[in-house]
């Protein structure tokens, strides 16, 4: 069942400008370490900063409070399976919402999908839940 859906769409530009900007302030501020991590060694580093603000902002909708309503932008990290395909952690009050939103006896699973054509960035995040007893995905 789909307990939530989240998109969102980031101007790579406005990214490049804030990290020319802010630098290291603005990286510590909104993204994990992971997500730096991942996007200092990307080619277009502006964009894989910007599809991961994006996958926050969408994550933040799917979950339903949107980031002013006490979800902080690094509750929120889109991490990669081993299969490459991208997904959310969530920690904090983020981590709190999605365990309040899933009915009891379900476990609750982040799909993600991340893209980039310049000059946008654009995710998708779907909250589902699937009852505790069914098998894991494969990924």
Same mark, same amino acid.
């Given at each position: 069942?789909?307990?939530?859906?989240?998109?969102?769409?980031?101007?790579?530009?406005?990214?490049?400008?804030?990290?020319?900007?802010?630098?290291?302030?603005?990286?510590?501020?909104?993204?994990?370490?992971?997500?730096?991590?991942?996007?200092?060694?990307? #080619?277009?580093?502006?964009?894989?900063?910007?599809?991961?603000?994006? @996958?926050? +902002?969408?994550? /933040?909708?799917?979950?339903? =409070? %949107?980031?002013?309503?006490?979800?902080?932008?690094?509750?929120?990290?889109?991490?990669?399976? #081993?299969?490459?395909?991208?997904?959310?952690?969530?920690?904090?009050? @983020?981590? +709190?919402?999605? /365990?309040?939103?899933?009915? =009891? %006896?379900?476990?609750?699973?982040?799909?993600?999908?991340?893209?980039?054509?310049?000059?946008?960035?654009?995710?998708?995040?779907?909250?589902?839940?699937?009852?505790?007893?069914?098998?894991?995905?494969?990924?």
């Amino acid at each position: 069942m789909i307990l939530g859906i989240g998109s969102d769409l980031c101007d790579i530009r406005r990214i490049d400008k804030t990290l020319a900007r802010f630098g290291q302030r603005f990286q510590e501020r909104v993204f994990t370490q992971i997500e730096q991590t991942k996007s200092e060694t990307r #080619k277009n580093r502006s964009a894989s900063y910007a599809k991961r603000f994006a @996958a926050k +902002e969408a994550c /933040s909708k799917a979950l339903g =409070t %949107g980031l002013s309503m006490g979800t902080a932008w690094k509750e929120m990290g889109v991490v990669n399976l #081993k299969s490459g395909k991208p997904t959310m952690h969530l920690t904090g009050k @983020a981590a +709190e919402r999605l /365990s309040a939103m899933t009915p =009891t %006896g379900f476990t609750a699973q982040i799909d993600v999908t991340i893209t980039d054509d310049f000059p946008w960035a654009q995710a998708f995040v779907v909250i589902s839940a699937r009852p505790v007893d069914w098998p894991e995905p494969q990924a």
